[in-house]
């Protein structure tokens, strides 16, 4: 038995976290076997982590595994932001892969270092399709599962699919340019996908569904993706009610709003993950006569994976958060983008949350650490992750608070929330397996990994210019903060 010691613990009780001081937790295999007061026992193993918040693994289940596109797509005007986009002619006539299924591997596993060293243990992993010459593979959501297993990292995937896509046409409108048998034929690399993974019996790996966003979607895909997710008793996640056009480009297409669709054609349900949710007819954004959405949500069970640093850069806010917890919604959380550091993602969405409710107490961090553990877990059907208590599977994380820049201590929550970030992880088990220790990887050559992942950066940003209904050259597309002397 492993005996890991802190000065601050967040253990469970009453269905919820609370502080331990100067506490232990003690695992025996892949499991919690007690949480209390440092004692003696008859351990092969003590720890001591010190000045650290021990607390339950962290749960991202929108975690970006892409290489960084934020970097160069937040920041840009709508005539630009055009250019970020395939041409009808490109999705037409000559798209392509830009990376080899090695460097896709590769970019995944680099994705699944990095959300380890910012302590997250259990992830639905996202790539932009951008990059690719349609959508995943099974091939592709094959790598991804063995290299999380390599790794320890916990992961619920599966290809992502889509029947058509974001376009824009010559005269410079948005559109959708349709597949549909490319649609089919990614519903059934996933379907392939949910049938290799049961083969694995692994609690590390775990087939979802995870068709694209709404609006790329056909009638028929989104029925056989319920039909199939309500045969397999599998989550499904779909990105919609994320942005004014999304609902735009559905409303054209199908004669109702995203939420009606998710209804009727079945998929909204307990066992689907919603991210953003922030497009509600409630959304002051939104022009609409109802205000039935929040309640449609809450009866269907559907949970709503918020990401607040991400929508906060491509500029939306959830509103709000707090409007949300109180009418029952569920929430969980996820980064979306890069850093995948739900710690500095809670920051973000506390502060917005104020900023949207006037209030200083419009959302707390615990309210957002709770949706990143317990949240996370209850969207997935997991009571026994996302807490620290006896019997619950050995997830475990453990922040630093002694850096001199973190400064004074108060709270250790809001310290670290405040103060730190992720990066201030120090220790990671993951099913009692410690895949991070002092801040590392074992076996992990990062300079070498960041290497490759720059070079397959500069080619990835590159290879808008390709895609851009205008052809304008990368310097145009992504000009830089300030000019070169």
């Given at each position: ?30 499991r919690i ?24 693994g ?17 920041f840009?005007?709508?005539?630009l ?8 002619e490109y ?19 680099f ?30 959501a ?27 046409d ?36 775990h ?25 397999r ?12 056009l999304?609902?735009?480009f ?7 709003p ?59 806010a ?13 929430l ?31 959302a ?8 990143a553990t ?5 969207a ?22 002694n ?27 993951v ?13 992990i ?11 397959l ?25 300030f000019?070169?002397?």
């Open positions: 038995m492993k005996c890991l010691r802190a000065e601050h613990v967040l253990g469970f009780r009453d269905g919820g976290h609370a502080f331990l001081r100067d506490g232990q937790v003690v695992v025996d295999g892949t076997v007690s949480v209390g007061q440092r004692a003696d026992g008859d351990f092969t193993e003590v720890i001591e982590l010190g000045d650290v918040l021990l607390m339950p962290l749960i991202d289940l929108d975690a970006l595994t892409d290489i960084d596109h934020a970097l160069i797509d937040s840009q005007p709508a005539s932001g055009l250019g970020l986009q395939w041409s009808r999705a037409e006539s000559r798209r392509s892969a830009v990376f080899s299924a090695d460097e896709r591997a590769f970019i995944r596993e994705g699944f270092v990095q959300l380890l060293l910012h302590g997250v243990t259990t992830a639905m992993p996202i790539a932009s399709e951008v990059h690719s010459d349609w959508a995943e593979t099974y091939a592709d094959v790598a991804m599962a063995q290299a999380a297993q390599r790794l320890g990292l916990r992961v619920y995937l599966g290809p992502a699919y889509r029947a058509g896509v974001n376009v824009v010559a005269d410079g409108t948005r559109s959708i340019y349709w597949q549909p048998e490319l649609g089919e034929a990614g519903l059934a690399d996933a379907t392939r996908f949910l049938d290799w993974a049961d083969q694995q019996d692994s609690d590390l790996i087939g979802v569904l995870l068709p694209c966003r709404i609006e790329t979607l056909t009638e028929p895909l989104m029925r056989a993706t319920a039909k199939l997710a309500a045969e008793n599998v989550v499904v996640r779909l990105h919609a009610l994320q942005g004014l999304e609902r735009d559905v409303l054209a297409e199908h004669g109702m995203p939420l009606a669709l998710l209804a009727e054609t079945g998929l909204l349900g307990p066992n689907l993950l919603i991210p953003h949710g922030v497009y509600l007819d409630s959304n002051p954004l939104v022009d609409a006569s109802t205000d039935d959405d929040l309640a449609t949500i809450v009866d269907s069970g559907a949970a709503v994976i918020h990401c607040p640093l991400t929508s906060a850069r491509y500029g939306s959830l509103d709000s958060f707090g409007r949300y917890q109180a009418a029952g919604v569920r969980c959380l996820g980064t979306d983008s890069f850093p995948p550091d739900l710690i500095r993602g809670i920051d973000t969405g506390v502060n917005i949350a104020k900023v949207v409710g006037h209030r200083l107490d419009a707390t961090y615990a309210d957002y650490l709770t949706a317990i949240g996370g877990a209850n997935l059907g997991r009571p026994d992750l996302g807490r620290i208590e006896p019997g619950a599977t050995a997830d475990l994380v453990a922040f630093r608070l850096d001199p820049r973190t400064g004074v201590h108060d709270d250790p929550l809001r310290t670290l929330c405040m103060n730190a970030s992720a990066r201030e992880t120090d220790f990671v088990m099913a009692g397996r410690i895949v991070v220790r002092d801040s590392t990887i074992a076996g050559d990062l300079p070498a990994m960041m290497t490759r992942a720059q070079s950066f500069t080619r990835m940003r590159e290879a808008y210019s390709g895609r851009d209904y205008q052809s304008r050259p990368t310097a145009e597309l992504f000009p830089p903060s000019p070169d002397l």
